[in-house]
């Protein structure tokens, strides 16, 4: 299995004041951090190894995960520095410790896709990047994607349109390369990279029939914690 970098570095200002004292990740949900559940999540997928991209509070997170040996993962950290680099910035950073290809995922969201399903896509396609989408509808957050034909037609968060019936479901998987324009310590979005990545015709899509679940709404905590809940997770 693919490795993993987890994307955990941001402020979270929608949730405060819950996260003036911690980082978003170890958000508490029924009674446990959040991360507990994500690293749950990735052991039960066959991750073997993940890298937390890491800011804001950035040492809780360490001082709770460790080395992610009681999950059975090699975990280790890279740190944004002085100043915030943005989710693109964030993994130009730490392409060091990830290898030939590898997952991204966003430190506040719980995702039921088939990890295997999606590196096999993305392996075969032999393409530089894939995005996982799901047919949102304005559900839970804007619809961002106009997904047509099995393919990635357009992406554009901050200019949907009524085309876009489709939303990021959250899951990526990249090759270093993609990250190869980015000068050391650049501020840059992973939303401009795939949008780059995809006109390049360089952009695989998977397509996931379950809904997302995050934590970075008051609204997504309850959704979150009420979906474990019933799991009995």
């Given at each position: 299995?693919?490795?993993?970098?987890?994307?955990?570095?941001?402020?979270?200002?929608?949730?405060?004041?819950?996260?003036?004292?911690?980082?978003k990740?170890?958000?508490?949900?029924?009674?446990?951090?959040f991360?507990?559940?994500?690293?749950?999540?990735?052991a039960a997928?066959?991750?073997?190894?993940?890298?937390?991209?890491?800011?804001?509070?950035?040492?809780?997170?360490?001082?709770?995960?460790g080395?992610?040996?009681?999950?059975?993962?090699?975990?280790s950290y890279?740190?944004?520095g002085?100043?915030?680099?943005?989710?693109?910035?964030?993994?130009?950073?730490?392409l060091?410790?990830?290898?030939?290809?590898?997952?991204?995922?966003?430190?506040?969201?719980?995702?039921?896709?088939?990890?295997?399903?999606?590196?096999?896509?993305?392996?075969?396609?032999?393409?530089?990047?894939?995005?996982?989408?799901?047919r949102?509808?304005?559900?839970?957050?804007?619809?961002?994607?106009?997904?047509?034909?099995?393919?990635?037609?357009t992406?554009?968060?901050?200019?949907?349109?009524?085309?876009?019936r489709?939303?990021?479901?959250g899951?990526?998987?990249?090759?270093?390369?993609?990250?190869?324009?980015?000068a050391?310590?650049?501020?840059?979005?992973?939303?401009?990279?795939?949008?780059e990545?995809?006109?390049?015709?360089q952009?695989?899509?998977?397509?996931?029939?379950?809904?997302?679940?995050?934590i970075?709404?008051?609204?997504?905590?309850?959704?979150?914690?009420?979906?474990?809940?019933?799991?009995?997770?």
């Amino acid at each position: 299995m693919l490795p993993v970098i987890i994307l955990a570095g941001g402020l979270a200002t929608r949730l405060r004041p819950i996260t003036e004292t911690i980082p978003k990740a170890l958000v508490e949900i029924n009674g446990r951090p959040f991360l507990d559940y994500q690293m749950r999540l990735l052991a039960a997928n066959g991750v073997k190894r993940a890298v937390l991209s890491v800011a804001y509070r950035g040492e809780m997170i360490e001082e709770f995960l460790g080395d992610g040996s009681q999950y059975g993962i090699a975990v280790s950290y890279s740190y944004d520095g002085p100043s915030y680099l943005g989710t693109a910035g964030a993994i130009r950073k730490a392409l060091g410790q990830l290898g030939d290809s590898f997952f991204t995922l966003y430190g506040d969201s719980y995702l039921t896709a088939n990890f295997s399903a999606v590196e096999r896509t993305f392996l075969d396609s032999g393409k530089e990047a894939l995005m996982t989408v799901y047919r949102n509808e304005g559900q839970f957050d804007t619809s961002n994607v106009e997904y047509f034909g099995g393919r990635i037609v357009t992406y554009d968060k901050r200019s949907p349109t009524e085309s876009m019936r489709h939303i990021d479901y959250g899951l990526g998987v990249f090759r270093p390369a993609v990250f190869a324009g980015l000068a050391e310590g650049e501020m840059a979005d992973l939303a401009t990279l795939y949008q780059e990545v995809l006109r390049r015709g360089q952009l695989e899509a998977f397509e996931v029939s379950e809904r997302f679940y995050e934590i970075g709404t008051v609204s997504g905590i309850e959704d979150t914690c009420k979906f474990l809940a019933e799991r009995g997770l």
